[in-house]
């Protein structure tokens, strides 16, 4: 099946909030899980970057998200995931996104959160995750609240293209 094309900033369905999974084992769930799953391993072979993808950046309207942490780290796809507990403690950081691949966006996340939720065969499961995972998985779910990183900058000024991002990373 070929990757499916990606929502982009602008698009109303991106702001939409996602509907509960009712049945993770249907082959409607299967069939999100590998259209997602083939997606972002298309862009990141296109761009050399990416690591998670929420169903409304494919145009569906469900609660299901597929992470590929490379190399050693979760893979799979969780279904209606929810942030069960998150730290106090926060983390800084530029925040990007498929559906605005050339902007970079300051914000604020927790450090730790714990996500509980169903498997691809319906099972309850929960990840305890921390840093890159645990900032990745509050974006990822933000979107299928239709929350996007643009909505949850630092301040006016927290924005920037890639190319600049990358320049001022070269600089240091």
Not at 146 to 161: D, K, M, N
Request: proline share 4%.
């Amino acid at each position: 099946m070929p990757a499916r094309e990606i929502l982009q900033l602008g698009n109303a369905t991106l702001w939409q909030q996602s509907s509960v999974v009712e049945d993770p084992s249907s082959s409607d769930t299967q069939s999100v899980i590998l259209d997602l799953s083939e997606t972002l391993a298309s862009f990141r072979e296109a761009t050399g970057f990416g690591r998670g993808i929420a169903a409304p950046q494919i145009g569906t309207l469900k609660r299901v998200i597929f992470i590929r942490m490379q190399p050693d780290g979760f893979c799979g796809a969780l279904i209606n995931p929810h942030i069960a507990w998150a730290s106090s403690d926060q983390i800084e950081l530029w925040d990007d996104c498929f559906s605005f691949p050339d902007l970079m966006v300051r914000v604020n996340r927790a450090a730790e959160v714990r996500v509980e939720y169903l498997d691809e065969r319906g099972a309850e499961r929960v990840l305890k995750a921390g840093g890159d995972l645990s900032e990745l998985l509050q974006h990822e779910i933000d979107h299928l609240d239709g929350v996007l990183a643009v909505q949850r900058a630092i301040s006016p000024t927290a924005f920037s293209t890639r190319v600049e991002w990358e320049r001022g990373r070269a600089a240091r």
